[in-house]
């Protein structure tokens, strides 16, 4: 063992008295996040998976680290990544990490993949003391290195809950989040492994230049709200929930539904507070939201969420917007491809006049 990783378990076993044994009692079971990692000289793609319970052991976390100045952007090979499974053992307000690695494409031990797991630690840690504070920029000073790193926290993002991480006197980001979300259902853990850093070159290499023709308005109904669409759009076939889509070229570009979640009450109840029902339901779609780009309005009668997203390496542009009324609460959901819009900008300002459509407002 060289001295380097000596020195990173000697690190671990010094600091694992500093975290409460209650650590992870905020987390889901199946919660994942992938970060951009630009603090050292090796860049890394991060990845974390945290499960509450899997075979007969609990807390158990999923770290793989991506180096990404051998990953060539289309698929991993030897030496490009390193995959450990990773055992939490709380204990008296101790915790013990025992692991084993479980993917190994020809690399050493790589003590970046061990720093990797105190990362995760320290971060679910900073949360924990801040989680009833307000979201924003929180410091963090490190005297050994004598630098000041600004936090950035959002409650609605999965695990610790950390957006960004900055230089204080630095804008730059070193560390960022790319994407994440919940995995309900067991079988889903694989799909961790197709998780992969998408190269900026790829997302939206295809151009689609289309303007939209004007053509008669017509009365839509969905789920007890009413609004005008025009004859480009066209009622999709799915029974679970009411929507229209917008082809172009047999080739979706835009879609919005409305949907009847249940009663507030019921909600409440189990989530006790809407922004908590609503940082579920969007951490649940998995699909490749891009997290960094989360944009959350909370107001009286609801809550309001912008986001990117990536849908065969194009980039859309989407908004989820939870409202109630009365006892009831809906979520109209739009999404439209980013090059359809700015192409098209006025026609969709216009579909935005209909009084049950606030979108891009």
């Given at each position: 063992?060289?001295?380097?990783?000596?020195?990173?378990?000697?690190?671990?076993?010094?600091?694992?008295s500093i975290?409460?044994?209650?650590?992870?009692?905020?987390?889901?079971?199946?919660?994942?996040?992938?970060?951009?990692?630009?603090?050292?000289?090796?860049?890394?793609?991060?990845?974390?998976?945290?499960?509450?319970?899997?075979?007969?052991?609990?807390?158990?976390?999923?770290?793989?680290?991506?180096?990404?100045?051998?990953?060539n952007?289309?698929?991993?090979?030897?030496?490009?990544?390193?995959?450990?499974?990773?055992?939490?053992?709380?204990?008296?307000?101790?915790?013990?990490?025992?692991?084993?690695?479980?993917?190994?494409?020809?690399?050493?031990?790589?003590?970046?993949?061990?720093q990797?797991?105190?990362?995760?630690?320290?971060?679910?840690?900073?949360?924990?003391?801040?989680?009833?504070?307000?979201?924003?920029?929180?410091?963090d000073?490190?005297?050994?290195?004598?630098?000041?790193?600004?936090?950035?926290?959002?409650k609605?993002?999965?695990?610790?809950?950390?957006e960004?991480?900055?230089?204080?006197?630095?804008?730059?980001?070193?560390?960022?989040?790319?994407?994440?979300?919940?995995?309900?259902?067991?079988?889903?853990?694989?799909?961790?492994?197709?998780?992969?850093?998408?190269?900026?070159n790829?997302?939206?290499?295809?151009?689609?230049?289309?303007?939209?023709?004007?053509?008669n308005?017509?009365e839509?109904?969905l789920?007890?709200?009413?609004?005008?669409?025009?004859?480009?759009?066209?009622?999709?076939?799915?029974s679970n929930?009411a929507s229209?889509?917008?082809?172009?070229?047999?080739?979706?570009?835009?879609r919005t539904?409305?949907?009847k979640?249940?009663?507030?009450?019921?909600?409440?109840?189990?989530?006790?507070?809407?922004?908590?029902?609503?940082?579920?339901?969007?951490?649940?779609?998995?699909?490749?939201?891009?997290?960094?780009s989360l944009?959350?309005?909370?107001?009286?009668?609801?809550?309001?969420?912008?986001y990117?997203?990536?849908e065969?390496d194009?980039?859309?542009?989407?908004?989820?917007?939870?409202?109630?009324?009365?006892?009831?609460?809906?979520?109209?959901?739009?999404?439209?491809?980013?090059?359809?819009?700015?192409?098209?900008?006025?026609?969709?300002?216009?579909?935005?006049?209909?009084k049950?459509?606030?979108?891009?407002?």
């Amino acid at each position: 063992m060289n001295k380097k990783i000596l020195y990173l378990i000697l690190f671990i076993l010094f600091n694992l008295s500093i975290y409460s044994n209650d650590l992870f009692e905020n987390l889901n079971n199946g919660e994942y996040a992938c970060y951009y990692d630009f603090r050292q000289k090796n860049p890394y793609y991060v990845q974390y998976l945290y499960l509450k319970k899997f075979g007969e052991s609990e807390n158990v976390l999923w770290v793989r680290s991506i180096n990404l100045n051998k990953y060539n952007g289309k698929k991993l090979g030897v030496g490009d990544h390193i995959m450990y499974q990773v055992f939490l053992i709380e204990k008296a307000g101790i915790i013990d990490i025992k692991g084993h690695k479980v993917l190994d494409y020809g690399l050493d031990d790589s003590p970046e993949t061990y720093q990797h797991v105190i990362d995760f630690l320290n971060q679910i840690n900073f949360y924990k003391k801040r989680m009833n504070k307000n979201d924003g920029e929180y410091e963090d000073y490190w005297p050994e290195y004598k630098r000041t790193y600004l936090h950035k926290l959002n409650k609605y993002l999965p695990l610790s809950r950390l957006e960004s991480t900055r230089l204080k006197d630095n804008n730059s980001k070193l560390y960022f989040i790319d994407r994440g979300g919940i995995f309900k259902k067991n079988e889903d853990l694989n799909k961790f492994y197709d998780f992969l850093p998408v190269a900026k070159n790829i997302i939206n290499a295809r151009k689609i230049d289309y303007k939209i023709p004007q053509v008669n308005l017509f009365e839509v109904k969905l789920n007890d709200f009413s609004f005008n669409l025009d004859g480009n759009w066209s009622k999709t076939d799915d029974s679970n929930t009411a929507s229209y889509i917008l082809k172009i070229n047999n080739e979706t570009l835009a879609r919005t539904s409305i949907e009847k979640l249940g009663s507030l009450n019921d909600i409440n109840s189990k989530y006790i507070e809407l922004s908590n029902f609503a940082r579920y339901y969007i951490l649940t779609e998995n699909s490749y939201k891009m997290l960094h780009s989360l944009n959350i309005e909370e107001k009286e009668d609801g809550i309001l969420i912008r986001y990117l997203l990536v849908e065969n390496d194009l980039l859309f542009q989407g908004q989820k917007r939870f409202e109630v009324r009365g006892n009831d609460l809906y979520i109209h959901s739009f999404l439209v491809n980013e090059q359809i819009l700015r192409n098209n900008i006025i026609y969709f300002e216009n579909l935005s006049k209909n009084k049950n459509l606030k979108f891009f407002k």
